[in-house]
């Protein structure tokens, strides 16, 4: 899939969800702040520690800040969202580290119609006029902001999108087309390139779902991995990254497990050498923030950065003999 050295990653998806860039209903919480500029130092320095390049962060997550809008029409960045971005990309500069920033989360894209919002920009990507303002007055903007900014790994159209696309899941929110949901990361990507000289990506909830965004001008896969909960001898990770092995661009497995609390078996070490022996861009590992006590991914636990440092010396090693 790829002849260029292996990028490990890890996911720091948020400190508080859709809260981080930009001023939210509750005010403004960002990593411009003090504060968070602290935090971050001292994170983005341990991360650095366990040998990994790159870190994964959702943006603008469920859409609730970030930006001004009127009537679900999107109308500028507000003026906390830049700061906040860039505080962010010059600490992950001087830690040598990179952002996958991922614009929009599944969330933002799932309708809940009849139901009551939870933000005022909830359906904002519900309807093309949103959609196209939301590109042009937002995002290009950003990207003309932060254009080839060494920081940055690249830009990620959408986490998960599939799990609001009606053709690949039959949850009654998941309203969106898919021929919809393409047309719009289309115009995403093309953006990207144009605008803000970077690599764009978009990540997909499952590795054998990959092929569905082929035809949008990615410069790199991203396919998301969690061990089934069936005996699919086809639905391993090393069978799925087989399987994709004439793909026409390099893959990134965007999110593994750090472990499964139902699944005693599966070692994060593994997976890596699966990854990597399968000749994968790279792998970012879910997650290096403990999960929420309530949260959907407590199963998966959160890095142990030993067990990652170890990992990397012996991946390291490995390349010196061959």
């Not at 997550?61 to 906040?84: H, T, W």
């Not at 999108?161 to 053709?167: G, M, S, V």
């Not at 086809?234 to 004439?246: E, P, Q």
Request: negative net charge; aromatic residues 12%; proline residues 7%.
């Amino acid at each position: 899939m790829s002849n260029q050295p292996f990028q490990l990653g890890v996911n720091y998806p948020w400190v508080r969800y859709a809260q981080d860039f930009g001023r939210n209903p509750s005010g403004h919480q960002g990593m411009s702040l003090p504060e968070n500029h602290t935090l971050l130092a001292d994170e983005f320095a341990r991360i650095r520690d366990c040998g990994l390049q790159v870190v994964r962060w959702f943006l603008f997550g469920d859409g609730r800040g970030g930006f001004i809008s009127e009537n679900d029409i999107p109308q500028r960045p507000d003026a906390l969202l830049f700061a906040d971005i860039d505080a962010v990309l010059h600490v992950a500069e001087q830690s040598g580290l990179q952002l996958c920033f991922s614009l929009i989360d599944y969330f933002w894209l799932l309708d809940r119609i009849g139901q009551v919002t939870p933000h005022p920009n909830s359906r904002v990507l519900q309807f093309a006029a949103g959609r196209e303002a939301f590109l042009h007055r937002v995002l290009i903007p950003m990207f003309q902001r932060f254009q080839s900014h060494p920081a940055l790994f690249g830009w990620e159209i959408a986490n998960e999108p599939e799990w609001a696309i009606r053709e690949f899941d039959p949850a009654p929110a998941a309203r969106m087309r898919y021929a919809d949901f393409r047309a719009f990361a289309a115009e995403v990507a093309a953006a990207v390139h144009e605008f803000a000289h970077a690599p764009v990506t978009l990540g997909s909830a499952r590795l054998d779902w990959l092929r569905a965004w082929s035809e949008i001008d990615l410069d790199f896969y991203q396919g998301h991995f969690y061990p089934p909960r069936s005996n699919d001898p086809n639905a391993t990770l090393a069978r799925l990254l087989h399987s994709l092995r004439a793909l026409d661009k390099p893959l990134w497995v965007g999110e593994l497990p750090a472990r499964d609390a139902t699944l005693p078996g599966y070692k994060i070490q593994s997976a890596l050498d699966e990854c990597r022996e399968a000749g994968a861009l790279g792998a970012a590992v879910w997650r290096w923030t403990t999960p929420e006590a309530n949260g959907t991914d407590v199963n998966f636990g959160c890095v142990d950065p030993q067990i990652l440092m170890a990992w990397n010396t012996s991946s390291r090693a490995r390349s010196a003999v061959v």
